[in-house]
């Protein structure tokens, strides 16, 4: 029904979480899925579960912070498949400092991760998709692309900057016929934010502010991505969907 039969599908921090989950949504619509991240057991592990499900899938090592690593997964995707027909980036982290002790390294390693990793995936992918001269990219923002919260410097700058990337990419590519959009999740349970999760008053905290009155699964940021990177999204480039329960209407 989405038109995702047979699409070849990247999935950058596929292992878990919110990807994870992405990745099974664009393989129950009939895509083969690359899942990319770091942890081999984790990577492993979601490709062989999702093959379970009757479609193929690979689990591939990707670190988005080293260009070599972002190399070599892209190629192997040439080998195993000969295209690429949509990447989402979700590979992403996050350090909670205050900005006055925001310590270097974190801020490196943020940055790297969340944003030039994206640079040196999408660079990849729409070198491969001009060349099809077809492709769909979804990058994955957050709520502090949009506003400001403590103690995350770092992961606001570099989300505020993907969804600027993003785009721009949209804009050079359309003529192309590559669709870059974004979506930008509202508070959604994972690894990520486990610690915040675990504390009462910042769950009370946030749901007392949020519309709908409860987070947000992980399977529906996967079907906003799905959305945006099907043919039923074919008008749709530079466009940010927050999956928020309203969260940022309200600010
Ligand atoms: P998780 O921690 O569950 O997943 C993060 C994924 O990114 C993992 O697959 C991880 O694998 C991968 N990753 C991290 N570093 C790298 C790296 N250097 N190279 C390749 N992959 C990497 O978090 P979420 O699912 O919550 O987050 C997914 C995306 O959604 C992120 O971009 C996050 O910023 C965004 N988001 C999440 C929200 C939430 O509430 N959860 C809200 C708004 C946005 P590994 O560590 O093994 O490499």
Known sequence: M???????VAIAGGSRGIGRATAERFAQAGASVVIGSRTETEFTEAADS???????????PLDVTSKESVQQFFNRIDQEFG?????????GMNRRVPAEAYPEDAWDQV????LKGAYLCCQEAGQR????????????TSMTSH??????????????GLLQYTKVLAVEWGKHNIRVNAVSP??????????NFR??????????QMPMGRFGGTEEIANAACFLASPMASYITGACLPVDGGFLAGH
């Open 83 to 91: 295209r690429l027909d949509v990447l989402v980036y979700c590979s």
């Open 186 to 195: 509202g508070y959604i349970e994972t690894a990520l934010n486990a610690n």
């Open 199 to 208: 504390n009462e008053t910042f769950r009370n905290n946030v749901l007392n």
């Open 2 to 8: 989405l038109g995702l039969e047979n699409k070849i």
């Open 50 to 60: 999702i093959r379970k499900m009757g479609t193929t899938a690979l689990g591939l």
């Open 147 to 160: 506003i400001a919260t403590p103690n995350q410097s770092a992961y606001a700058a570099t989300k505020g």
């Open 111 to 114: 940055l790297s991760t969340n």
């Open 129 to 140: 998709m001009i060349q099809q001269k077809d492709g769909a990219i979804v990058t994955i």
